[in-house]
């Protein structure tokens, strides 16, 4: 049974910063494309940043410069680290693998 579950959101003031992290059962994230989406109050899930089994990386244009997407093979974990957090990027964070979509984490920026 796959499970994913994300972890590492809270509550940071405009400006900061927060790490993500993902965590996979019955799937290795290494072998896989791995997304990480977002849904805020004013859009539907989208996608925010990937990161495909050859290591290559693609962000959202809303969040190029800001955050950085990550994998430890190691440990099976994908990352999302974030920095300069704005309002906007308020919201439930989820990672997303194959055709398996994580438990989120919420994120909320204050200004």
């Known amino acids: 049974q796959v499970q994913l579950v994300a972890s590492g959101g809270g509550l940071v003031q405009a400006g900061g910063s927060l790490r993500l992290s993902c965590a996979a059962s019955g799937i290795i994230f290494s072998i896989e494309t791995t997304d990480w989406y977002r849904r805020t109050p004013k859009t539907q899930p989208e996608l925010v940043a990937t990161?495909?089994?050859?290591?290559?990386?693609n962000y959202a244009d809303f969040v190029k410069g800001r955050f950085t997407i990550s994998r430890d093979n190691s440990k099976n974990m994908v990352y999302l680290q974030m920095n300069s957090l704005e309002p906007e990027d308020t919201g439930l964070y989820f990672c997303?693998?194959?055709?398996?979509w994580g438990i989120g984490t919420q994120v909320t920026v204050s200004s």
């Open positions: 990161i495909a089994a050859d290591g290559s990386i």
């Open positions: 997303h693998t194959e055709s398996y």
